[in-house]
């Protein structure tokens, strides 16, 4: 009964889905789908070299600072970074007096807390203590909206976890900007009207739809002025800042590498001893009882026929 | 245990006896693991997956206590308390998290072996079907904690993948849309779902332990089945689980977590959805909504119903996946075979196979976007799922001629060397 029931269902399933398969297949050579241009015109991530990539891989101090001071003369004019704390640059290299002055100073971090004023009680800003975390730009997801086109910048405290491409795509996407006129895709194919950017968008081929509401961030040599000298290339910052966002989104890398490594080397050491324990305490289970046919299935088979013949 | 010559539980210390006496406990985990219960000796690697999946129990449970402490399960905290909080401010808070997010991955890595192990050797015959029942319940409990686990970090993945699995129980007609609200709390994802959901994924793994105890319980009647799934005859077909298993698990587990550190260490990310690092946000849905790895086979199940036939697509979608995992409970009556292990049947061998590469397409187009090609594939690969299990199946067990078994466990071991030695 089990089984005729069985039989059914398995007929109906099967049924049902071979029937869908013939009618999607009817319909695609009848009206097949006209192709997207964000597949056709939609590039994959630039090849980005960091010193952080691999397993041993550990952050370039010197350009992790570059980096936050790409961020906080260009990016944070519109984008927070929430989940980083002040106190956290402890990790690129700064002293507390560093950082308190960066937080408060007023001249590197301009933002402030919001705060309450404690006299009348009335929404107030202070300056920012090293415990704060990173004010964002603006008062609230609204204001942002407002500012941007209706926009919303994103956060950029785990940008390159939350993008696929990681580093290599925000390195991609802040030197991708390109005039949508003159661009050709690999096949040398121009963009079609329909494609182009609407008002306030910009032609980004990195950019999953291809116009995206960011107007290019980095646009000259020289943008910023490095305290430690290095040229400030367009491609320079935009290797920086991407170097810098892959710290503020794993903070842990360094520490889980190195610990990667002791725990490996545990663990092996350990299956090795576990396994020379193993081979000693078998050495007498695997010779033991009588011998009489061979294990493979096959050649018993053929060994009894021999012996009924 | 039920093995005449499984050796007697004997303190010999005072303080043992007097122990015995009165709460049995060391002559239970003499019995349970210990050298009183002796297990088939021919058992290959196969066979080590059952303890891995308890190492990985305990693993999720250890990590998952201790990220609860730090964990905040509000709609408003949960993204910054996971990202914050315990990826950053708790000590080695990193370390937990990791451990928990591939510490599950693993967990299904190793149990799905398992359940193959089950599927190839046909474990789940007669004596052990309740085993094998009991099995499942594990995982159907696993899947549904995989999935509460999932929403708790409250990141687009985590809300939309709310979204759409409650979403499964809207597609039954009238009563459907009730109980959805009902599980949730309310008409979307939101705190009242967020907050019962962490109750539920801090209960079931606790569940989960206790239909673990009734899973070992069960298989200890009839003892371990084995590669050639002969039973076991007399002593010399057995070793007793300690020291000898217990030496081979201890090996074994270690160097399978050995693999299980260097993706938690160096490709923590590798396993998990980039979008889910992005907060929920009820208004914007998420170019592709894919659930984890090792729902992708049920999920491309589910969407390979494009067809209102009779009943709508994603009733028959629903009805489909979950009839993909229930029909597994009825196998032993679908798989009529009296030979158990998949060695001496050669045809249901080669369908074992074609099934494996079904289950990885499956997989594949469960993960991948979609598309017209991949749909086509995903269809054909889902008819097949249960062409296999409820026609081909009962049919192979009744018509293929299997092969000659052999007299015993340990002849089937000690053989080999006998030709062995008489050919050189």
Sequence with gaps: MVRVIAFLVGLVFAGVLLISMISNAATYFTNPPAPLAADEFHKEPKALQLSSDGPFGKFDQAQLQRGLQVYTEVCSACHSLKLVAFRDLKALGYNDAEIKAYAGSGKQWKIEVPSINPDTGEAATRKALPSDNFPGPFANDTAARAANNNALPPDLSLITKSREGGAAYIYSLLTGFTDPNTYRNEAGKALPADAKPAPNLHFNPYFANLNLAMPPPLTTNGQVTYADGTPATVDQMAKDVSAFLVWTAQPDLERRHAAGLAVAVFLLFASVLAFLAYQQIW??????????????????????RAKTK | MSFSWAKPYEPKHPAMKWLDQRLPIPRLVYG?????????????????????????????????????????????????????????????????????????????????????????????????????????????????????????????????????????????????????????????????????????????PFVIAAVVILHIWALHIPGSGNPTGVDVKDEKDTLPFHPYFTAKDGWFSASFLLIYALVTFYAPNYLGHPDNYIPANPLATPAHIVPEWYFWPFYAILRSFTLDFILPAKLWGVLAMFSSILLLFFLPWLDKSPVRSGTYRPLFKRFFWLMVIDVLILGYVGGAPISAFRTALGQFAAAYYFLHFLVILPLVSKFETTLPLPNSISESVLGERGTMATAG
């Design chain 2, 32 to 204: 349970a693991t210990g050298p009183g219960y002796p297990v088939p000796r021919n058992l290959n690697y196969f066979w080590n997956f059952g303890v891995l999946a308890g190492v990985f129990l305990t693993i999720q449970i250890v990590t998952g206590i201790v990220l609860a402490m730090h964990y905040v399960s509000t709609a408003d905290g949960a993204f910054n308390s996971v990202n914050q909080l315990i990826m950053r401010d708790v000590n080695a808070g990193w370390l937990l998290r990791y451990a928990h997010m591939n510490g599950a991955s693993f967990f299904f890595i190793v149990v799905y072996i398992h359940i193959f192990r089950g599927l190839y050797y046909g474990s789940y015959k007669p004596p052990r079907e309740l085993v094998w029942m009991l099995g499942l319940v594990i995982y159907l409990l696993m899947m549904a904690n995989a999935f509460m686990g999932y929403v708790l970090p409250w990141g687009q993945m985590s809300y939309w993948g709310a979204q759409v699995i409650t979403g499964f129980f809207s597609a039954f007609p009238l009563i459907g849309e009730p109980i959805r609200v009902w599980l949730l709390g309310g008409y979307a994802p939101d705190q009242a779902a967020l907050t019962r959901f962490f109750s539920l994924h801090y209960l079931l």
């Design chain 1, 283 to 304: 050495h007498d289970a695997k010779g033991k009882g009588p011998v009489t046919v061979p294990t493979k299935p096959k050649v018993q088979a053929r060994t009894r």
